[in-house]
Structure formats: C-alpha cells, structure tokens
C-alpha cells in the first residue's frame, strides 16, 4: 500500500509556472507507473501525464503536451509535475496517483490507479 500527499499548488498569473510534487510512504514506489489528473468544478477528472516505474517512459494528454513535464526521483520516492505556460483553464485540483499493474496502455484511466493522493489546488488567474 501506499500514501500519496501532493504540494505546490498556489495561486499563479497566466503564463507562469508551478511544479507541483507528490510523496509517496512506503517502500514499493519504485513498482508503481505514477500518474497526474486534474478536476475542475463540474468536470469530470482529467488525465494529465504518467510515467513508468523506472521513469524511463513518459505519456501527456494534447492539452498539456510541450506545457507540462512528468518526473519521478525514486530514491525521495517522489513525483513531480513541472507546469509552464499556465493558462486559466489549467485551473483545477490536482491529484496524483498510482497505479500497481502498469498498464502502459491505459494509463489515462482514473479507474486503472489503485491509490490517490487528496489533492492540491492550482488556481491560475488571467
């Protein structure tokens, strides 16, 4: 099992940025494909990016491609979201997630993810 706890979030003008973490307890980090969604008030919850266990693959939703990066530092069992470019509709909860089978190819399903972090807001004003 893990526990995901998720910081960064803040109040930001159009085209900043923000980096955004998530740390994981427990020892088996490393054997988790970690993901970032994103739901806004009245939207259904949104696939971000995910990542391997190694960090060695990375896929982006088009929303967010070429604006937002993925990582992963296994050894501070942590993940990271780097946001540039903010638009107002980035505005959102944003969640990370962990997903133990690492189903490359259903990565950007909420469903497949087997734990949750509570969330972090990102407001971005215009």
């Known amino acids: 099992q893990v526990q995901l706890v998720e910081s960064g979030g803040g109040l930001v003008q159009a085209g900043g940025s923000l980096k955004l973490s998530c740390a994981a307890s427990g020892r088996t980090f490393s054997s988790y494909t970690m993901g970032w969604f994103r739901q806004a008030p009245g939207k259904e919850r949104e696939f971000l990016a995910a990542?391997?266990?190694?960090?060695?693959?990375?896929n982006y939703a088009d929303s967010v491609k070429g604006r937002f990066t993925i990582s992963r530092d296994n050894a501070k069992k942590t993940v990271y979201l780097q946001m540039n470019s903010l638009k107002p509709e980035d505005t959102a909860v944003y969640y990370c997630?962990?997903?133990?089978?690492?189903?490359?190819?259903?990565?950007?399903?909420?469903?497949?993810?087997?734990?949750w972090g509570q969330g972090t807001q990102v407001t971005v004003s215009s």
């Open positions: 997630a962990a997903d133990r089978e690492g189903n490359w190819l259903r990565v950007y399903r909420a469903a497949n993810y087997d734990y």
């Open positions: 990542i391997t266990r190694s960090g060695g693959n990375t």
